[in-house]
């Protein structure tokens, strides 16, 4: 229905995509190319349209435009790549020393005493998270993650923030201008309704195991100056938002373009935590290694090597990831 009106023009083109309305939800990378003559294997019937295809999107052609335009004369990162990954998210972690644990039967704080933790409790409540308890499980492959793409960077020219480092300090730290590449591997929520309580989850105990606001929140992201050539949020729901008229979804990807990124790796939809660290093995491996590809090049060759791979041929698992900004 969407692609067999143009299948004749795509040819092997880099495809740019400006969609609207319910088209803002669909993984085109996983959407079957309609067959055409004459053409190579990667235009049979029910081959995903990433196998021939570069894709990104953009809310409008004129962000592009504005985009290149303030990336004009800026001057390049010094480092490669932070990651912040495997945030503390509950005082019951077995990473908070024993001697400062809390004792069993201890009373949790109210979380209104802190009003910006509030916020994110407020916005997990509207997500339909409540069932939780606000509790956040945590997700052990980001730290492989972390890993795998720091291994690919030399001494120096990586950063990796975990465990309590993984926090709100660090994500809007100064530090972090320093990087061409800043990639967050934890939670992400949605709240469709007030799109400026999305965020991201960092840590939300202190080393002592005490409560502290780990919530990065789109009114915080838009206040960032982070002139990263690209931000990845390897998170669940990332690239969701409210649709405004107009204007497209406004979410976690309109905040970092706004607050300086090029570019913006996020999710569709609920991503799942293992099948998402080898997708980023294949991601970076592309980006850093001996090929040097573009992000739009590296996601495509990486959604390829999963849709290729046993047991993760399913679009749920490599689909969900899209690009958005400067392909170059």
Partial sequence: MLLGPVAAQLGKKRLLIVSDGALQYVPFAALPRPPTAGAGPETEPGVPLMVGHEIVSLPSASTLAVLRRERAGRPPATRKVAVLADPVYDKEDTRIRPAVRPAAGTRKPEVREYSPIFDGKRSAREASLAETG???????????????????????????????????????????????????????????????????????????????NGFLQLHKIYNLDLPAELVVLSGCQTALGKEIKGEGLV??????????????????????????????????????????????AALRQAQIAMWKTKGWEAPYYWAAFTLQGEWK
């Fill in 251 to 296: 979410g976690l990807t309109r905040g970092f373009m706004y607050a300086g990124a090029s570019r913006v790796m996020a999710s569709l939809w609920q991503v799942e935590d293992r099948a998402t660290a080898e997708l980023m093995a294949h991601f970076y491996r592309g980006l850093l290694g001996r090929e040097r590809l573009s992000p739009a």
């Fill in 134 to 212: 606000w509790r956040f499980r945590r997700l052990p492959f980001t730290r492989r993650e972390a890993e795998a793409i720091l291994a690919m960077t030399s001494p120096g020219d990586g950063m990796k923030a975990v465990d309590f480092s993984a926090s709100l300090a660090t994500a809007t730290s100064v530090a972090l201008r320093q990087f061409r590449i800043v990639h967050f591997a934890t939670h992400g929520f949605l709240n469709s309704e007030h799109p400026e309580l999305s965020g991201l989850v960092l840590s939300l105990v202190d080393e002592q195991g005490a409560p502290q």
